[in-house]
Antibody, heavy 125, light 107 residues
């Protein structure tokens, strides 16, 4: 079964740090790019970060650039998100999501086809 | 950044109804548009990719159309399990962006 399982969430004070993990199973992790997407309480989905299969390409949302670091360990089938200088507005459920690429009519289309159940991060004093 | 705007923000409908949700991009995104369904307390689920391709395992009552800036998600005959929040998402450029969501409620 294809599966993503996030862990590492919790309560942290403003300015603190947290490291999220996402364990992948049931597919060849090293062949897929990955994303982190978050959802603040009662709000919509917000993309946070992307990492390519070989870690050669990394992107961040402006809201987290310079504070968050995405990484992966293909030998351990794991994705990570190091979150520093946390703010109240970072409070959210954090999902890891697999990035899938499909070719159709000579174009490549990208979408997030597998999602974990999420881990909750609460930033509060 | 490309802004995605969904309408309506919420919608009440009955089982068996035909429902259409609209998503508009702030610039042309060709067919780089995906639709997700999210139920309370659950992770999003991919329904449609590339504007009109049905994800494997998704019931055929779901369909997507559009290109450029205007897109629609249609549910041909609402079932009880379809009451959820729906999001569109563009994958044309980074950062990928989501619409604000459309909450589909039981009338």
């Amino acid at each position: 079964e294809v599966q993503l399982v996030e862990s590492g969430g919790g309560l942290v004070q403003p300015g603190g740090s947290l490291r999220l993990s996402c364990a992948a199973s049931g597919f060849t992790f090293s062949s897929y790019s990955m994303n982190w997407v978050r959802q603040a309480p009662g709000k919509g989905l917000e993309w946070v970060s992307y990492i390519s299969s070989s870690s050669s390409t990394i992107y961040y949302a402006d809201s987290v650039k310079g504070r968050f670091t995405i990484s992966r360990d293909n030998a351990k089938n794991s994705l990570y998100l190091q979150m520093n200088s946390l703010r109240a507005e970072d409070t959210a459920v954090y999902y890891c999501a697999r990035d899938h690429r499909s070719e159709w009519l000579s174009r490549y289309y990208y979408y997030m086809d597998v999602w974990g159940k999420g881990t909750t991060v609460t930033v509060s004093s | 950044d490309i802004q995605m705007t969904q309408s309506p923000s919420s919608l009440s409908a009955s089982v068996g109804d035909r429902v259409t949700i609209t998503c508009r991009a702030s610039q042309s995104i060709s067919s780089y548009l995906n639709w997700y369904q999210q139920k309370p307390g659950k992770a999003p689920k991919l329904l449609i990719y590339a504007a009109s391709s049905l994800q494997s395992g998704v019931p055929s009552r779901f369909s997507g159309s559009g290109s450029g800036t205007d897109f629609t998600l249609t549910i041909s005959s609402l079932q009880p399990e379809d009451f959820a929040t729906y999001y569109c998402q563009q994958s044309y450029s980074t950062p990928v962006t989501f619409g604000q969501g459309t909450r589909l409620e039981i009338k």
